[in-house]
């Protein structure tokens, strides 16, 4: 069974620009969660997807957005690019978001911003 | 205040040893459920084992077990014959049930794990 998937691997942008962020979740696992991960912050709760609506979300402010579309895979958009925002970003599915189940982690993309 | 303490930054460990990295945790729900991810250099987050608050058995998965002293609101991992691959960051983790685990995994600062050989 192929893991989470997580495109691209890294990725530089400026300050300013906005980026995209894909995720595949495993297959059949229909929530999806997004981290951020610094060395100042460790790792932070972004937001969970369900069924394509947005379940929880994390102390980010709004210029952090995602979505999930119906086959489950998800994207996670970054406007207005702050030097902060450089970080791993970490995508995490499990079949239904229970509490109870483990999140399974993709490789995450490396972001970096100039 | 902290939900997930790790006390540990770092440790250094004799291969073949038994490792303990220690966690406690914060909550007043009731329900929750208690993870250890091993992070290897490379980056990509490896679960490693689950307890739930109200089971009854220490959980336990090949090398792994978790000692979990819920009145300490402790949830140790143990390492046994520690192996050089086991280098890595590993953290603990707790996502609480009520309000359907609102705030996701909360993760700890994670110890830095280092088997010498």
């Known amino acids: 069974k192929a893991g989470v998937t997580q495109t691209p691997r890294y990725l530089i942008k400026t300050r300013g620009q906005q980026v995209t962020l894909s995720c595949s979740p495993i297959?059949?696992?229909?929530?999806v969660s997004w981290y951020q991960q610094t060395p100042g912050q460790g790792l932070q709760f972004l937001f969970e997807y369900f069924s394509e609506t947005q379940r929880n979300k994390g102390n980010f402010p709004g210029r952090f957005s995602g979505r999930q579309f119906s086959n489950s895979r998800s994207e996670m958009n970054v406007s207005t690019l702050e030097l902060g925002d450089s970080a791993l970003y970490l995508c995490a599915s499990s079949p239904t978001g229970d509490s109870n189940q483990p999140q399974h982690f993709g490789d995450g993309t490396r972001l970096s911003i100039l | 205040a902290q939900k997930i303490t790790q006390t540990q930054p770092g440790m250094f460990v004799q291969e073949k040893e038994a490792v303990t990295l220690d966690c406690t945790y914060d909550?007043?729900?009731?329900?929750?459920?208690l993870f250890w991810y091993k992070q290897p250099s490379s980056g990509e987050m490896i679960f490693l084992i689950y307890?739930?608050?109200?089971?009854?058995q220490n959980a336990t998965e090949g090398r792994y077990s978790l000692n979990f002293q819920k009145a300490r609101k402790s949830a140790n991992l143990v390492i046994s014959a520690s192996q050089l691959g086991d280098s890595a960051m590993y953290f603990c983790?707790?996502?609480?049930?009520?309000?359907?685990?609102?705030?996701?995994?909360?993760f700890g600062k994670g110890t830095h794990l280092i088997i010498q050989p």
């Open positions: 297959s059949g696992h229909r929530s």
């Open positions: 909550t007043s729900d009731p329900s929750y459920g």
């Open positions: 307890q739930g608050s109200y089971d009854q």
């Open positions: 983790a707790m996502r609480e049930r009520s309000g359907g685990g609102a705030d996701g995994l909360t």
